[in-house]
């Protein structure tokens, strides 16, 4: 028995862990590091038509046990990931989740459909709550209807299950949740990074040459846990959780909240062998609560209480 | 081999205003080969500060064991930074980028060195490892003023060493550029580290030579992966280098400074 399976739509998982998109580019740094064969998926970086340079820099800030980064979706572009990225990572036996952006409708879907052929392409993650593209990103994700129109047409041409990546910066997460289900998402992850700033104050500007940035870092790590919690129990799809998970404590407490795998992301930047060490503390962890299958835990936290705590003002 | 490990602090010593001079022993000591090379450090345990601090290697040693660091307090990373104390350890990912290339210098010819600030550390390896490959070394050591001074003795060991303060309290006033000037110093090969404008100015007064730049800028992992630290590359809107893994020495020319 491998108790730290995990099943979602199109994704058997040998463990729960995977490295966010963003944070691991295309896995060939971390690759010099350790066999990326050991993770359950591999989100890679978003993905757009044209390459993208993003952002001029500085691009990362450093907030309170957390960061601010403004990158832009820097990325090479669909043909390139295509040709190069995705063959290159077929030596390794883990299923690969692209991460896919556009800066109109057409885009998304064209880059859908090309990408979800790939053969190591096992599902989409649709990027529609980047914070730091003035086109695309986050204008797709904080209306319910656009969220669910995008997800529908996505959904028409994608050959693999289609995830959702739902921003935190938007009044009713739940309702976003929803609408994004109805129109036949297949999982949804979340969280992605909070608008958030900073400024320097010897020279009173921001620091980010972009103004703004998206947070991430342990610091999200309860405002994840609260938008899990809550929309875990709205919805039927599967969540892969995401948001300052540093230990295999956090991941057990995001499948508590009621995510069924997690992603790690800013912890990647801090520790590059954090993947590797959370999955091989993982069994050691469960055996000291008592718990056989980590996919027990999926929602432990609304489902023991039948008095679910709604935690929304 | 990139390896990441628990180093020991040998000594830590303020060595000027807000400068100290870390020596640090472990196995690592053993991949750092090349100077310019620099280290992601881990100030403390804790979430806050959470990233690491990139921080250029001054001085291998292999017979030790031993590896130097200079560094200046900013923020909270290198205030915490500043209190450990013999027997205490750094968590230190290593050795990061690809530094100066020595084969540039020929044997028996000289290679100019300019150093501007907390950019002069990893040019004093870089003159150790010149000089014992026969290359006659010259240094120009730029500071705001007298109090920030650092190693100026160390690199005078090495070769010719002229001091630049813009305030004018110690050394020649003015710019490292004015005692190349000044001093009519001729070179084989430029290497230099230090801040952009100082950067930019020896790539604009000597072009189509060999002049060989150490970047620096905000890093997120240090490895490659994050895209923080990124910079343009002439001619084109898309292209780019990453300064932590592709740099951060580069040829000048080879990015948009």
């Known amino acids: 028995m491998n108790r730290l399976a995990v099943e979602l739509p199109g994704l058997s998982l040998k463990n729960p862990i995977m490295p966010a998109s963003g944070c691991f580019g295309f896995g060939r740094e971390y690759a010099k590091f350790y066999d990326l064969s050991v993770l359950g998926a591999i989100m890679i970086k978003a993905t757009t038509k044209e390459p993208r340079f993003g952002n001029p820099t500085p691009r990362v800030a450093e907030t309170p046990a957390g960061m601010l980064n403004a990158i832009g979706l820097q990325n090479p572009g669909l043909d390139k990931v295509l040709a190069e990225e995705l063959p290159w990572l077929e030596q390794f036996d883990v299923p690969i989740i692209a991460n896919i952006a556009g800066s109109t409708v057409e885009e998304y879907v064209e880059v859908a459909e090309a990408i979800s052929k790939a053969p190591n392409v096992h599902a989409l993650e649709l990027n529609i709550s980047c914070p730091n593209v003035k086109k695309g990103g986050i204008a797709f994700g904080t209306v319910p209807d656009v969220a669910a129109e995008l997800t529908r047409l996505v959904k028409e041409v994608s050959a693999v299950p289609v995830y959702v990546k739902l921003s935190p910066n938007v009044a009713d997460i739940v309702a976003m949740a929803k609408a994004i289900e109805q129109a ?85 930047f801090v520790d590059p062998f954090v993947c590797p060490t959370i999955i091989a503390e993982l069994p050691a962890l469960l055996d000291g609560l008592g718990i056989g299958r980590i996919s027990e835990c999926i929602g432990r936290s609304w489902k023991t209480g039948a008095h679910a705590v709604h935690c929304r003002a | 081999m990139i390896g990441r490990e628990r180093m020991t602090v040998a000594s830590q010593r303020l060595i000027a205003e807000r400068t100290y001079e870390l020596t640090l022993s472990g196995r690592l000591v053993q991949e750092m080969k090349q100077p310019g090379q620099f ?83 990893p040019l004093y390896e ?7 490959r026969g290359v006659e070394v010259v240094s120009v050591l730029g500071f705001q003023t007298k109090a920030a001074v650092f190693y100026e003795e160390e690199f005078a ?93 580069f040829r000048a020319g080879e990015v948009v400074l």
């Open chain 1, 184 to 268: 036949g998402a297949d999982g949804l992850t979340m969280i992605n990074t909070l608008v958030g700033m900073r400024i320097d104050i010897k020279t009173g500007r921001p620091i980010l040459a972009n103004g703004t940035g998206g947070l991430s870092g342990p610091a999200v790590k309860p405002i994840a846990i609260r938008m899990i919690y809550e929309v875990s129990q709205a919805v039927s799809i599967p969540i892969i959780g995401m948001g300052g998970i540093q230990t295999a404590e956090d991941v057990l407490e995001f499948f508590y909240a009621g995510a069924s795998a997690v992603a790690v992301g800013t912890a990647n």
């Open chain 2, 157 to 249: 060991a090495f070769g010719e060493t002229y001091v630049a303060t813009d305030d004018g309290s110690y050394g020649t006033a003015g710019r490292v550029t004015d005692v190349i000037e000044a001093r009519s110093l001729e070179f084989d090969v430029l290497y230099a580290c230090g801040p952009k404008p100082m950067l930019r100015a020896l790539a604009e007064r000597f072009p189509n030579r060999p002049v060989y730049l150490s970047l620096e800028e905000r890093m997120g992992c240090g490895v490659g992966a994050c895209f923080a630290c990124v910079c343009h590359v002439p001619g084109s809107e898309t292209a780019y280098k990453k300064i932590c893994s592709d740099g951060p020495v």
């Open chain 2, 39 to 121: 280290v992601h450090v881990k100030a403390a345990a804790s979430a806050d500060p959470l990233l690491r601090r990139p921080l250029s290697l001054c001085h291998i040693d292999h017979k030790q064991g031993q590896c130097t660091i200079i560094y200046r307090q900013e923020g909270k990373g290198t205030a915490l930074l500043t209190q450990k104390q013999p027997g205490d350890v750094v968590d230190v990912l290593g050795p990061l980028g690809n530094g100066f290339p020595l084969e540039a210098a020929p044997a028996g010819g000289r290679a100019l060195l300019v150093g501007g600030g907390i950019g002069v550390p």
């Open chain 2, 126 to 132: 870089l003159a150790k490892q010149l000089t014992k």
